[in-house]
């Protein structure tokens, strides 16, 4: 069913949003900044934003086709956006592309779960009077365009739009084989890596500054239902982040439980808590690239991320305790913030959020979304790619087994 969204309730959103995203998806900083500018006025028409269900989007009263909107580029240069202007005038390309064809634009997608993403969808639609479907491309955030569902699922990249906030617009088209419409379905699973090696160099140049608004997946109403298998993930991000405003969820357990009970998500606690204790970042080529060490009294727990964390390591284990596309979040206990990404945690010049101070760290894992994990997929294949070139050279190991080896080796 669908409901209305205020700006009193974006904050939520983005927090709750923030956890899901497995330490990436934009900083809380950033969609926090975003957020302080949506008011009715000069620039947003409206300040509210109607949230549909799949089904609403793609039934037989659908009121247009939808696209798929983000920011592209690194979370600590994104921080300095006021208001969404490459994202809109992404879609407005998009809008554009389709008036052309006789069609409208009714509805905007996330592109995963995290406090940017979805804040960037709500903002867009706010602005060009549009709707924000209850669903993502991963149920996390992503490193990459070929580990969305909107790539598994060989929905047509063109048009796809990259423009920077000062509106410098770039249509990447890569052409299907043999001159037809589409191409052939393991070519249109190629095109989303082609055209994703193809826009990483262009928000790196200095007109975009490491970050980008980009509109992609057209999609048809009956096209977004294959598109979209994971759904009503901006509901339980926001009821997520009532949850934390209402001091409902105060330690790890307590998250653990209410993830379980509220969302059917069998988390556990990979780590005992600690204090954050190293980071090492850097950015290039519209990415943080790091690790995060968490120190207890025995042992140090390493997270490496690429904007989103992709693998955790125990010091006193032989094995990670957490792969990707797994996902692994971070709670910090007291007084104050208890959800951080990466981008939050580590600061420009490298070092801790202060704000952390001594407080204790758990890191809170659970499985991916069945989508991200069939075997030989595009999506399960990317990210083993993507770990191969962090140098682990393995295969996937769901979390459940993980923790079953682990606690095997323990009393052996």
């Not at 997270?303 to 990670?320: F, G, K, T």
């Not at 890191?363 to 070139?389: C, N, T, Y």
Request: proline share 7%.
């Amino acid at each position: 069913m669908a409901y209305e969204l205020g700006p009193q309730d974006l904050e939520p959103l983005l927090l709750g949003g923030a956890f899901f995203g497995s330490g990436g998806g934009g900083t809380i900083e950033s969609a926090r900044h975003l957020v302080s500018h949506f008011r009715k006025g000069d620039y947003y028409p409206v300040e509210t934003v109607t949230v549909v269900t799949v089904e609403e989007a793609s039934g037989d009263h659908a009121l247009g086709d939808a696209v798929m909107v983000a920011y592209l580029g690194a979370p600590e240069a994104i921080d300095s956006a006021t208001y969404p202007s490459g994202p809109v005038m992404a879609v407005q390309s998009v809008q554009k592309r389709l008036a052309e064809q006789g069609r409208k634009l009714a509805y905007i997608a996330p592109p995963e779960s995290g406090a940017l993403g979805f804040t960037v969808a709500c903002l867009v639609a706010a602005k060009l009077g549009l709707a924000v479907i209850d669903a993502d491309g991963a149920g996390r955030a992503v490193p990459s365009l070929p580990m969305l569902t909107y790539a598994a699922s060989e929905i047509d990249p063109r048009p796809a739009f990259l423009v920077s906030q000062g509106g410098l617009n770039v249509e990447l088209d890569v052409t299907p084989r043999h001159g037809n419409l589409v191409g052939g379905s393991a070519h249109q699973r190629d095109v989303s890596a082609i055209v994703e090696q193809m826009m990483r160099p262009i928000v790196g140049d200095p007109e975009f500054g490491q970050f980008g608004g980009l509109a992609i997946w057209k999609m048809t109403p009956a096209e977004i239902g294959d598109a979209l298998p994971i759904r009503g993930t901006l509901t339980r991000a926001l009821m997520l982040g009532r949850a934390l405003g209402e001091g409902q969820i105060r330690n790890a357990p307590q998250m653990i439980s209410w993830l379980s009970a509220h969302c059917g998500i069998a988390a556990r606690a990979i780590s005992e808590p600690g204090e954050l204790a190293s980071a090492d970042v850097e950015t290039s080529g519209g990415f943080d690239v790091g690790k995060i060490g968490i120190k207890t009294a025995q042992r140090i727990y390493t997270v490496i991320y690429q904007n989103e964390s992709l693998v955790a390591w125990d010091s006193q284990r032989p094995q990670p305790i957490v792969l990707a596309p797994d996902s692994v979040a971070y709670f910090v206990e007291g007084d104050g913030q208890a959800i951080f990404t990466n981008g939050d945690l580590v600061m420009a010049d490298g070092s801790l959020n202060p704000v952390v101070g001594h407080r204790k760290v758990t890191l809170i894992a659970w499985e991916a979304e069945p989508p991200l994990r069939v075997a030989g997929g595009l999506i399960l294949e990317s990210f083993l790619q993507l770990l191969e070139s962090l140098g682990y050279l393995g295969p996937y190991v769901p979390l459940g087994k993980l923790q079953s080896i682990a606690f095997r080796g323990e009393l052996s």
